[in-house]
């Protein structure tokens, strides 16, 4: 039976490590149309999560709150960072946060 439980949680831990690195793709996809939409930057081709939490939705479910940031340039010196959050995974908020106040690009209810 020991031998079961062990299976059981390595094989929940796989599939949440496989499902973070498919979120994150999805992140790293949309941060690189936002920078096509918007003529800019996406530095370092990356993003990087900076919180998570758990968080009731609309629906009365309860699903992973999901906080990633990038950095984005306008002409390769200056640096504006950004922040893509996402329920489950679904994305519900885009914005950047620079020198003249904060954009945002996207942003829907939670439901």
């Known amino acids: 039976m020991d031998f079961i439980y062990l299976l059981l949680i390595i094989l929940t831990l796989v599939f949440i490590w496989f499902e ?5 793709e999805m992140v790293i996809e949309h941060c690189k149309h ?5 003529n800019l930057q996406l530095l370092d081709q990356t993003v990087a ?3 998570f939490s758990l968080k009731r939705t609309g ?3 309860v699903a992973l709150l999901r906080k990633y940031q990038f950095e984005v340039s306008e002409n390769g ?3 504006v960072s950004g922040f893509v959050t996402l329920l489950g995974s679904r994305i519900i908020e885009t914005r950047l946060e620079g020198p003249e106040g904060i954009n945002t690009f ?4 939670l439901h």
């Open 20 to 24: 973070s690195l498919r979120v994150r």
């Open 34 to 38: 936002l920078c096509r939409e918007a």
């Open 49 to 51: 999560l900076v919180s």
């Open 59 to 61: 629906k009365g479910s």
């Open 77 to 79: 010196i200056d640096r």
């Open 106 to 109: 996207h942003q829907s209810k």
